[in-house]
């Protein structure tokens, strides 16, 4: 479903077409150093240094059929993970190598940027790779594990629900647990029912072979900090007996975009082998409509024994993330980090690109704000206002899934999962970020194409990889 083959090497002095990068203050003085026909072919390709602009100029009469490429980017001398991506889209297959600079950061755009979802394809496209030498040969593993990473967050998103139901991720899980040797445990039927209340009224509507699951891998070393990855498994959302219009229901294979963040985060943990007893959950359901689906005005229990009024059956996610959340937090993890694609609220706030982050800790939020700063993958913080908490309110049960206005949807939906998180067994707030994350790209952008979308992936991960460096 991806490009498979490694397209970054080391640079040891192998053949390599070269590849000049420019911006707008230095694209003059690098124009003038051609010769005249090399210029000709510039103008009238229309190049004039911008960002994402590419060229492909010949050689001089010493090297008749020879040619070079060139780029835009917005500042040669400060790369982003973008920057190149452009040019690894539309230059031929070949092998390239950046003339006078490192591609440092660019890296990772440049395999990203090659990611094709031909899975359903009868005539999958055959272009080749282009391949990008660097000398720092160190970077090339951790570069090649994160690119990985996002295109699985990728496949997974993309893939439709039929062939991506609960039974699927569960595969997922089994697949990292065989790779990296760690413990696989899978709860369903009586068991879900019983220790798992809210996952199992949500998912039982669902045929069989789409069986509602609590998916939970441990890995690590037993005595070290322990870390809590939850990631929401809607594999589709119907919206429940408060059905979705067809509009709103046409991307929701997309609702388990935080379990493949969670499954991917949880593979780069691992691969790094970082120094944590990591604990994935994955609560795998699908939001289906039939006789025995659960209703609005239905009074579940959940695992930590609180209950909850349906107002909404669309606001399901949080009910198996409170589930999951609860299970957590009984083994006093240092911290949890959940992912999921929660609500249209945080969307109409922060737009498709940028995640919403909710913390109990200032230290934590700051953190992670600064890891996807560096690494070009942006969340934005949201409160958790206390005063919020009454929206949640129910005359039956000790609380409500939906609130019935249209304030602060995205931190009010964070107010109830808060609800499930617990305390350390000091009685101190267990530490918690919950990324309400988009897991889509909905216009195509120079290595991010249209489709399933890594967000707060890269910023989780080097917030930990800080935190928690491996042994």
């Known amino acids: 479903m991806t490009v498979q083959t490694d397209l970054i090497e080391a640079d040891r002095g192998q053949n390599a077409i070269s590849l000049h990068i420019v911006d707008k203050n230095t694209f003059d003085g690098w124009r003038k150093s051609l010769n005249e026909g090399q210029q000709a072919v510039l103008d009238a390709q229309k190049f004039d240094g ?16 020879g040619w070079f490429a060139v ?16 040019l690894a889209e539309i230059l031929p297959e070949g092998t390239y190598r950046l003339t006078g600079h490192e591609p440092g950061p660019a890296l990772h755009g440049w395999q990203v940027a090659q990611y ?28 090649q594990a994160e690119a990985r990473a996002v295109n699985k967050v990728r496949d997974l998103v993309n893939t439709p629900a039929e062939d991506m139901g609960p039974a699927a ?3 997922e899980a089994e697949r990292l647990a065989k790779l990296h040797d760690a413990e696989l445990t899978v709860t369903r039927g009586d068991a879900l029912e019983r220790d798992y209340p809210m996952v199992h009224a949500v998912g039982r509507a669902a045929a069989r072979e789409h069986a509602p699951r609590l998916i939970r891998l441990e890995w690590g070393r037993k005595d070290a900090p322990r870390l809590a990855v939850v990631g929401k498994g809607v594999c589709f959302d119907s919206g429940g007996l408060d059905v979705k219009s067809a509009s709103g229901m046409k991307l929701m294979k997309k609702d388990m975009g935080g379990s493949a963040h969670a499954l991917a985060l949880a593979g780069l943990i691992m691969e790094a082998g970082l120094d944590v007893r990591l604990h994935l959950l994955v609560p795998a359901v699908e939001n289906a409509i039939a006789g025995n689906a659960f209703r609005p005005g239905d009074v579940l229990k959940s695992r930590k024994g609180l209950t909850v ?51 109990r800790r200032d230290d934590t939020a700051q953190a992670l704000l600064d890891a996807g700063k560096a690494h070009d993958d942006e969340c934005w913080r ?43 067994s000091d009685g101190s707030p267990i530490d918690w970020a919950h990324f309400d994350t988009f897991a889509w790209q909905p216009v195509a952008k120079p290595g991010r194409p249209k489709g399933g979308a890594a967000l ?5 991960f080097h917030m930990l990889k800080a935190r928690y460096p491996a042994a």
């Open 382 to 424: 949201l409160p958790l206002p206390a005063q919020y908490a009454e929206f949640l309110s129910s005359d039956i049960a000790d609380t409500n899934n939906a609130h019935g206005n249209s304030f602060a949807g995205a931190s009010v939906a964070g107010l109830f999962l808060d609800k499930f998180v617990g305390d350390n």
């Open 309 to 359: 009024e349906i107002g909404n059956t669309d606001a399901e996610g949080r009910l198996i993330l409170a589930d999951a959340l609860t299970r957590a937090s009984e083994d006093d993890p240092e911290l949890i980090i959940d992912f999921a694609t929660l609500t249209g609220a945080a969307r109409v706030a922060l737009g498709p690109d940028l995640p919403a982050l909710m913390t």
């Open 456 to 460: 707060g992936l890269r910023a989780a």
């Open 50 to 65: 911008s960002g994402y602009q590419t060229a492909i100029v010949p050689f001089g009469a010493e090297k008749p059929a």
């Open 71 to 86: 780029g835009g980017v917005a500042d040669v001398g400060n790369l982003s993970s973008w920057c190149l991506a452009k």
């Open 116 to 143: 094709r979802f031909d899975r359903y394809l009868s005539k999958p496209g055959e272009t080749g790779p282009r391949i990008l030498l660097t000398k720092n040969a160190r970077d090339i593993p951790s570069a």
């Open 169 to 171: 991720l569960e595969a």
